[in-house]
Nanobody, 110 residues
Framework: VQLQASGGGLVQAGGSLRLSCAASGRTSNRYKMGWFRQVPGKEREFVAGTSTGDFKTYADSVRGRFTISTDNAKNTVYLLMNSLKPEDSAIYYC?????WGQGTQVTVSS
């Protein structure tokens, strides 16, 4: 399985971004999908996840601001990030099953 993440960039506080992660190869609709983020010197942390049955979970720090969604026809998972804060700045990684994407940088300026 190969994952291609995109959509990161520089945005002002209060703005929005949508990350995408397209999966190719031997994927499965039963794979859990999720987003994680990491800043230098810190461990990678969970941001949002979804699994079969459209069950979704969010980290407390992003609940109500971020929305995870999937397009099974395109084998793509999205992360819509609204009301961004400087502390949301990180490299964001998608995970599908046991596979990781390459990461996309999100920088939120104050």
């Amino acid at each position: 399985v190969q994952l291609q993440a995109s959509g990161g960039g520089l945005v002002q506080a209060g703005g929005s971004l949508r990350l995408s992660c397209a999966a190719s190869g031997r994927t499965s609709n039963r794979y859990k999908m999720g987003w994680f983020r990491q800043v230098p010197g810190k461990e990678r942390e969970f941001v949002a996840g979804t699994s079969t049955g459209d069950f979704k979970t969010y980290a407390d720090s992003v609940r109500g601001r971020f929305t995870i969604s999937t397009d099974n026809a395109k084998n793509t998972v999205y992360l819509l990030m609204n009301s961004l804060k400087p502390e949301d700045s990180a490299i964001y990684y998608c995970r599908v099953g046991g596979y990781w994407g390459q990461g996309t940088q999100v920088t939120v300026s104050s």
